[in-house]
């Protein structure tokens, strides 16, 4: 990219090897045929990461995007956990939990572990960026891991608390409210927030 934005500078501030799979060229096509030579594109770009790594001796984890898969969730699962614990010691009554939801895995492991562990507050997942099914893929995500991790829980859709309204000029170009308050917040909290 021209400007380094979003989770881009902060891959930069941490020192990550950064590999780019330039989809310019694909921009023109069709829809489906520009998903399935993107698709292709990244996993090439994935592979060449991969050989680089192996190359110097280190090995290899792949992590699926935004931690969305049966892994990722057990995390996520577990934090809802730990947030009932906090809040309980902490005497927070809190009814409403939101979470960024993109690809759905963050939204999904909070959702299990807020119904699995009885927590107080209800998951809300606000609309990051605009992906296929993603509700429906979200329910398929928690089920499989409910049914991995014998949770005995079923989702369907209309169970999940979805905000869509809030995608504004979408990922990672925030609004002029939004990055001001991003500022406020690391000026007086010393909170650093991802401002995709």
Known sequence: ????????????MLGAELYFANTSCIAHLP???RKEKQADLIQKT??????DCQRRGEKVYTIAPGGSDLLGIAAYITCAKELNK???????????????YASGGTFAGL???????????AVHGVITEKFD???NRTVNYIN??????????????EDLKVEHDYLAFGYPNPDPDTRKFVYLLAQKEGILLDMC
């Open 133 to 135: 099914n993603v509700v």
């Open 31 to 33: 829809e489906k045929e």
């Open 111 to 121: 959702s299990l572990g807020a119904k699995y562990f009885n927590s107080p507050f």
């Open 1 to 12: 990219p021209d400007r380094m934005t979003g989770n881009l500078t902060l891959d930069k």
């Open 144 to 157: 499989e891991a409910s049914k991995l991790y014998d949770m005995d829980i079923t989702f369907k859709a």
């Open 86 to 100: 906090q809040c309980e010691e902490l005497h927070i009554a809190s009814q409403y939990l939101y979470c960024a």
């Open 46 to 51: 994935t592979a060449k990461a991969i050989a």
